[in-house]
Structures are given as structure tokens and as C-alpha cells.
């Protein structure tokens, strides 16, 4: 009788294991592609990822380099100081979106483009996104006073 009680003990414990194990596997599974990870322009420049791969990157927008094209395509560049990179943007940019402030855009970087799926922009005069002001610091181009 007592070896029947273990036996099924052990049973239960290695059906939670392997159950936990699972639902850990589902749920890494399933936010593989909701991750997105920040990179400075001048990090985008140093190594730049893989065509596939969806990141977020951010800084100013390059003074003297918006252009706006055919209906909602916009060109810009977005720098930190160190390094620019090149972004297209097709859709509604955010109202507050301007030269020499800062955004974050999500999308991919294909053959030295940044192809934006999403942009966003500071949206008072003292708010800007602590990765974007580190990058920015880091190259020695933000001050507090800026902020």
C-alpha cells in the first residue's frame, strides 16, 4: 500500500514538472516576436542587425533631413551624434514630430535603410524615452538642461 502512495506521488510530481516545463516553452514561443530590443543609431551603424530581425531604435531627427514624398512617405535621419541612419516612414506621422526632436521608431533595417512600421514622438517639451537620452548622453550630446 505504502509503495502504491509513492509511486503515484512521483506520478504527480513529474506530470507538473513536464506540464511546467511546457507552459514554459508556450510562453517563451509566444512572445518571440513581441520583444523588441533598443539600439542607438551609432549601434545600428557598428553592427547592423539582420534583415529580419524588429527592433526599435531612436535619437534626434537629423536637422535639414526630413523630406516628405509621395503622399504619406516621409525620409529622415535619426542621429545620436555619433552616427546617423536613414528611416522611411509610409503613414501619419505624430503631431509633435519635428527636426531636432526626439522619436523612437519599431521597424527593420534593410540594405542601410531603416524601413519604420512605427513612429513615435516626444509628446511634451520635457519628455524623451530614457533609452533615447542615455544613447544621447553616451555620445556626449545631451545635457540636463535640455531636458
Not at 48 to 62: K, M, S, Y
Request: overall charge negative.
Amino acid at each position: 500500500m505504502k509503495s502504491l502512495k509513492k509511486q503515484r506521488r512521483i506520478q504527480i510530481i513529474a506530470l507538473a514538472t513536464v506540464a511546467l516545463i511546457g507552459s514554459t516553452a508556450l510562453i517563451g514561443y509566444a512572445m518571440r516576436d513581441g520583444i523588441n530590443y533598443f539600439r542607438s543609431p551609432s549601434q545600428v551603424m557598428e553592427t547592423p542587425p539582420d534583415p529580419t530581425e524588429t527592433f526599435r531604435i531612436g535619437g534626434l531627427v537629423e536637422e535639414g533631413s526630413l523630406q516628405r514624398g509621395q503622399g504619406e512617405a516621409v525620409l529622415f535621419s535619426v542621429t545620436d551624434g555619433g552616427a546617423s541612419v536613414p528611416v522611411t516612414f509610409t503613414g501619419v506621422l505624430p503631431d509633435l514630430f519635428e527636426e531636432n526632436q526626439g522619436m523612437v521608431g519599431t521597424g527593420r533595417y534593410i540594405n542601410g535603410v531603416f524601413e519604420a512600421s512605427e513612429i513615435l514622438a516626444k509628446h511634451d517639451e520635457t519628455y524623451m524615452p530614457k533609452e533615447v537620452v542615455d544613447a544621447l548622453k553616451e555620445q556626449g550630446v545631451y545635457r540636463e538642461d535640455e531636458s
